[in-house]
């Protein structure tokens, strides 16, 4: 008697990432069949950089560390809800 162990929930590889005038630009897309969990690991991490980028951009006054912690802290928002998209679909 063989017993199937359930594949964890994997995204869905539909979030999109926008920039541009009214955001019309996709710029990225996240990938099908990343495990959920990878994704939201990724994102933690991400987000954990975003924090100290924004800090130090608005400590030393500096523009482009906080649009750099902008696109971070965007990238980490499409890694979340690409995840949980799988996780639904579970």
């Known amino acids: 008697m063989t017993t199937d162990t359930p594949k964890p929930?994997?995204?869905?590889?539909?979030?999109?990432f926008y920039q541009g005038e009214n955001q019309t630009h996709p710029l990225f897309r996240i990938e099908p069949g990343i495990c959920c969990q990878s994704a939201r690991e990724q994102a933690s991490e991400l987000m954990g950089y975003v924090r100290d980028m924004t800090l130090a951009g608005l400590m030393d006054g500096d523009q482009k560390l906080i649009w750099a912690s902008h696109y971070l802290s965007a990238m980490a928002k499409a890694l979340l809800d690409d995840a949980e998209l799988g996780m639904m679909k579970h």
């Not at 929930?9 to 999109?16: F, S, V």
């Open 9 to 16: 929930p994997t995204t869905a590889g539909k979030t999109t």
